[in-house]
């Protein structure tokens, strides 16, 4: 009931200021995102109780910009004055797809050449929505097919061996 606010993060950090009243208690539920539209949307009656995801949007695979950040405070009951300090974590599994970026034919490695290379990717049964205050509360799962996009820049390192990306993206855990 305390309607949303809206803060550009500076640093990876930002304020925010509520009148509050004495006695009463609160949930809050913190939610940081690209400002980019097109990737969650907040809807108005539900505001953050309930965070859809449409994986299959215009936007494509492999986009850093799927990612955000999310914190629930519960039960705040109000006796004066507070500050806190929240910190938010991601509600997703980062999905990586990688390879070492060669082949061998006989005893000759050749490097595979990715330039100009698209990855797509299909993922069966991810849920499609977020509920911050009930995380364990799946939402219907569905198959979705992220739409074909330029692979990822850069590698992953998984203990000790450098892997090439193929593939990144983030769905609700």
């Known amino acids: 009931g305390l309607g949303v606010q809206n803060k550009d ?9 509520l009148q509050l009243i004495k006695n ?3 949930n809050f539920i913190f939610w940081a995102q690209t400002a980019e539209a097109g990737y969650y ?3 108005a009656t539900e505001g ?10 215009h936007k494509g695979a492999n986009d850093e910009n799927r990612d955000a950040f999310f914190a629930v405070e519960k039960g705040l009951k109000i006796t004066g004055p507070v500050s806190k300090t929240i910190e938010l ?7 990586n ?3 070492v970026g060669s082949y061998k034919v006989g005893e000759i ?5 990715f330039s100009e290379a698209k990855s797509l990717v299909k993922i069966v049964d991810i849920p499609t929505s977020f509920t911050p205050l009930e995380p364990e509360q799946v939402s219907e799962d569905k198959t979705t097919t992220f739409a074909a996009a330029e692979i990822p820049e850069g590698n992953v390192t998984v203990a000790g061996q450098s ?3 193929m593939a990144m993206n983030y769905i609700f855990a």
């Open 48 to 57: 953050l109780k309930k965070i859809p995801a449409d994986y299959s949007t």
């Open 163 to 165: 892997y090439k990306y």
């Open 9 to 17: 993060l500076v640093s990876g950090k930002t304020t925010v200021s």
């Open 97 to 99: 797809i990688a390879t």
């Open 41 to 43: 949307t907040i809807d």
């Open 109 to 113: 490695v050749k490097s595979i050449d």
């Open 24 to 26: 009463q208690t609160y």
């Open 89 to 95: 974590k991601r509600p997703f599994a980062q999905v």
